[in-house]
């Protein structure tokens, strides 16, 4: 049996280190914004290079904060609106809708599944602001072309870096091409915390500011409020056992590219389209090995047969959702045949060569 994400395991490679973490914060009898906070904060910005980390509690509110926060200092207004990938998973539109400002879904780069930046032009109306680009499934968009094409037409850049934890550009992670980037520390991530968790990061020392009063009820100091902001912290247990996870999120990421290297090399089945990578691989995190087939039930169930757990990443597009009935009529054929036609591999650091072996056995005698 090949499971999908054995969460068990990646946590038991660290457990002493993890508890001794926790040992470190009950002891201390400090819970919230204390010492821990801060040292991951620091450490989570200097992981990145020259900006701030704000800790959050998730990170749909990493994303919904920063858009918050520049309607909070006048920059967007209701109405505005935010070019975000069609094919994105539900919380990037949940933080466009959730400050009522206006998604325009954007046809995804068919190979990378990322924003297409010679697509964006035809998104412009005199109401876009934002570009808000997804790393989706680990690799990094294109960022110097959409943060080109953002300079020229004067529109803030929201990276989604949910599941790209460490990716590489030219050398610069992700989360310091845009003006903001949200992270999530959801256990499945890359960067995975044990609960739920987050981080914006910036390179704006005032919307920086700005945001770690917003996260504490708008407050700025003890009992005393600017905004009107919700609760959204990173609790210090959550913050002691990230510092120990992310000394190790770049070996971690390093496996994982092995593991990718090892299917796109093994998987030789014209059935079954594998990913691409854009640039080179460190651009890459793989977050999620995506695989495309025409049948998708019948190729889950031949590896279900053969003992391989496979998830679908994601069934439903977010203009095809229940929540949003005004999206409906939309479009965007590249998108629906996305969620038509994706399933994801098992992939993880704790996924051993044997493993990566059979499944890549499993995938070539598959018959289509
Ligand atoms: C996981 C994820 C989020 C939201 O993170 P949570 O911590 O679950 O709120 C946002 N965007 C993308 C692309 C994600 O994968």
């Known amino acids: 049996m090949v499971p999908f994400l054995n969460l068990k395991e990646i946590t038991a490679r660290h457990r002493s280190e993890l508890l001794e973490a926790a ?43 920063v858009l918050r926060a520049w309607i909070q200092a006048g920059i967007l207004h209701e109405g505005d609106e935010v070019i975000v990938p069609a094919n994105t998973y539900i919380a990037s539109v949940l933080a466009i809708t959730e400050n009522r400002l206006v998604p325009v879904l954007v046809e995804p780069d068919d190979r990378t599944f990322n ?48 599941q790209a934890h460490g990716a590489l550009i030219d050398g610069k992670r992700v989360g310091m091409w845009g003006d903001a980037a949200g992270f999530s520390f959801y256990p499945g991530k890359n960067l995975g915390a044990l609960g739920d968790g ?54 971690d990421n390093q496996r994982r590219r092995a593991i990718a290297l090892r ?48 998830v679908v990443h994601y069934p439903i597009p977010p203009h095809q959702q229940e929540c949003y009935p005004a999206l409906h009529s939309l479009d965007l054929p590249l998108t629906s045949a996305i969620h038509r036609e994706v399933v994801s591999l098992p992939i993880s650091p704790v996924l051993s060569d044997a493993d990566v072996d059979a499944v890549i056995a499993a995938v070539n005698a598959y018959a289509g």
């Not at 002891?27 to 906070?37: C, K, L, M």
């Not at 450490?43 to 749909?60: D, K, Y």
């Not at 708008?218 to 919700?230: A, V």
Request: aromatic letters at 8%; glycine letters at 6%.
């Open 115 to 162: 924003l297409d930046p010679s697509r964006l032009a035809d998104s412009l109306t005199p109401r876009t602001r934002v570009i808000l680009p997804v790393h989706l499934y680990g690799q990094a968009a294109d960022m110097p072309a959409l943060c080109a094409f953002a300079e020229k037409h004067r529109l803030l850049v929201l990276e989604d870096c949910a």
């Open 23 to 65: 040992a470190r914060v009950i002891d201390s009898g400090w819970f919230i914004h204390g010492r821990e906070h801060e040292a991951f904060e620091q450490e989570f910005a200097a992981f990145h290079g020259p900006c701030q980390a704000i800790g959050v509690a998730n990170g749909l509110d990493a994303l919904t904060l």
């Open 263 to 310: 299917y796109r090399t093994g998987i030789r089945n014209p059935a079954v389209r594998l990913p691409q990578v854009a640039r080179d691989e460190a651009s890459h995190v793989w977050h999620l090995f995506v695989v495309r087939v025409d049948s998708r039930e019948a190729f889950v169930q031949h590896l279900q047969a053969a003992g391989i757990q496979t």
């Open 198 to 251: 987050g981080a914006i990061v910036t390179r704006d020392p005032i919307l920086a500011e700005h945001l770690r009063a917003l996260r504490n009820y708008g407050s700025h100091l003890k009992y005393q409020n600017r905004y009107q902001g919700p609760n959204s912290r990173l609790d210090e247990l959550q913050c002691a056992l990230l510092r120990v996870k992310l000394t190790h999120l770049d070996e």
